[in-house]
């Protein structure tokens, strides 16, 4: 039976709780163990499909189509473990689901209530499909104490009860401050958070201890006492120079021998080649690019999480240094020396996936720019949809546009009401629910014979992750490829595109859905890869 790990934070938010599930996951697998992370987030949405990326950042989409938080990007990333549907669930959810049984009369009269039913769901999803796991890690998000936490953390003290010491273990993340006026670290808030855990029931085994500054031996002697937890498991996490060295420093600290300890688990010593291989590539670059995001959410990096670390490990691939410049569309649509002020510097232009009318001319024209100067262009969901659109364009279909914005005459993009997936037909209405009416998750392609993307990604199928309402239209395929613009990745069925590029151009690629998702540190996306090493020729010619 797989062995669980609890995940808590306290003190503040922000700690990195994610970073933190992540890097134990990659070391526990870094020892040869099987594992898998699980996000349990307290708020009340069903799933944060419908959350604005300025509030809640990026949403994650797993190959089974789920729209999960954007730490479990971070799982993903660290541990290669594909998540699904089933690592992250929210009290939303639960109470969805609950309420609706209780309508069905499946209660059979009983009066529903958090202690059982809530928390019964909890740990039934904790504990779902893990067979064959060695050890499975569940982050709680928020802040122990939060009023929507709670059932959680009652489900996670059940649970320890359940299952026993053996096969159970508390983490929890608190923050060590440095108060500059008396120049030490404090460690009263990580005391006070581990009384208010233990208020609940829930005594903690390891705590990760943030902190700006060293930790002295006497202050973490302090925790121990008053934290009621061994020496070497309060393990200090000073700030590292960036996430990549996250694994190695937790590692340097004991967090995995920590937690083994714990279980009473003898094992070797984890080959954490892959990550010092990793943060070499990162910390000594040969080269740098500059690539301009020409988007919509610039003001809030978490929005374009993914994104972000693709264009690194497209870096790490061609052990280059990526400067990414993220541009609001909207300063575009001033007019053309704008447009030149801000992207001649550009060794690439990247305009990625979003929602809404807002700043797509500004997107337009830089899709523009970037065929008419030769400069690399890598569009991706709506970014491709805007480049089919700005093709049209060009060949005199002045029109050209998506009903995603309103009546067009000439619907370059428009809705699909039905298309195939694995489960046969899938239908929606036109004015359908915001949330679930999209196409999501994994779809094969098929790539032309000797298309530039076929040759990235040295073969002609693919399967990637859609997050969207809106397609290409078929029917425009022939007006676009006399133009220039070759559909070179269908549906199977043919059609739905999936992927243009223009062969004549040193790269310029569209992709209808989301590469980001599937790229790791150790396995850069192809085409991330080969749109950094285009960027690179282009730092080389300018
Ligand atoms: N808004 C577009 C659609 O719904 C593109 C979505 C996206 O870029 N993820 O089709």
Redesign the pocket.
């Known amino acids: 039976m797989a062995r669980h790990i609890f995940i808590t934070g306290g003190v503040v938010s922000s700690l990195g709780k994610g970073l933190m599930a992540a890097s134990l996951a990659a070391l526990l697998q870094a020892r040869g163990f099987k594992v898998r992370i699980r996000k349990f987030d307290p708020y009340l949405n069903v799933d944060p499909g419908t959350m604005s990326p300025y509030q809640h950042g990026e949403v994650y989409v797993t190959d089974d189509g789920a729209e999960t938080d954007l730490d479990l990007g971070h799982y993903e990333r660290f541990t290669g473990v594909s998540a699904h549907q089933g690592d992250n669930i929210t009290s939303g959810r639960i109470y969805r689901d609950i309420i609706a049984k209780e309508r069905r009369g499946d209660y059979l009269g009983a009066t529903v209530q958090v202690i059982p039913h809530v928390t019964d769901a909890i740990k039934d999803f904790a504990q779902a499909d893990t067979d064959d796991l060695d050890f499975v890690l569940c982050e709680i998000g928020g802040t122990v104490g939060d009023i929507e936490g709670l059932p959680f953390v009652e489900a996670m003290r059940q649970l320890r009860n359940e299952l026993g010491r053996e096969q159970s273990c508390f983490v929890h993340v608190t923050l060590v401050p440095y108060i500059a006026a008396a120049g030490e670290l404090k460690t009263k808030p990580t005391q006070h958070s581990v009384r208010e855990l233990t208020g609940l029931g829930i005594q903690p085994d390891v705590l990760l201890c943030r902190c700006e500054r060293p930790l002295p031996d006497s202050e973490r002697a302090k925790i121990a006492l008053f934290c009621n937890v061994r020496r070497e498991a309060v393990i200090p996490a000073l700030d590292a120079p960036n996430i990549y060295h996250v694994p190695l420093q937790y590692h340097g600290e004991g967090l995995d021998a920590a937690v083994l300890h714990h279980f009473g688990i003898e094992s070797a010593d984890p080959d954490l080649t892959r990550w010092q291989d990793i943060a070499d590539r990162y910390d000594h670059p040969e080269g740098e690019v500059t690539i301009g995001v020409v988007g919509k959410y610039v003001g809030l990096p978490d929005a374009y999480k993914s994104l972000n670390e693709a264009l690194v490990h497209g870096g790490m691939a061609n052990r280059v240094k990526v400067n990414i410049r993220w541009i609001d569309a909207e300063i575009f649509e001033q007019g053309d020396s704008e447009i030149a002020a801000a992207l001649e510097p550009m060794h690439g232009i990247l305009v990625p996936?979003?929602?809404g009318e807002r700043g797509t001319e500004g997107k337009i024209a830089a899709v523009r720019f970037a065929r008419e100067r030769g400069v690399p262009f890598f569009g991706i969901?709506?970014g491709m949809?805007m480049a089919c659109v700005e093709g049209a364009r060009s060949v005199g279909i002045a029109k050209a546009g998506s009903t995603?914005f309103g009546q067009t005459e000439e619907p370059v993009v428009g809705i699909i009401t039905e298309w195939m997936s694995k489960d046969g037909l899938q239908k929606r209405a036109k004015g359908g629910d915001l949330g679930g009416t999209?196409r999501l998750g994994a779809y094969p392609a098929s790539l032309s014979p000797n298309s530039h993307v076929a040759a990235i990604y040295g073969t002609e199928q693919i399967s990637e992750r859609h997050?969207?309402?809106?397609e290409v239209n078929v029917a425009y395929r022939d007006a676009l490829e006399e133009g220039g613009l070759i559909f070179s990745g269908m549906s199977p069925d043919g059609l739905l595109p999936e992927i243009v590029e223009r062969p004549e151009h040193p790269f310029f690629v569209g992709v209808q859905f989301h590469p980001e998702l599937k790229s790791k540190p150790f396995d850069p996306h192809p085409l991330f890869s080969g749109f950094i090493g285009a960027a690179l020729q282009q730092a080389r010619l300018v």
């Open positions: 996936g979003g929602f969901c709506l949809q995603e999209m997050r969207h309402r809106y």
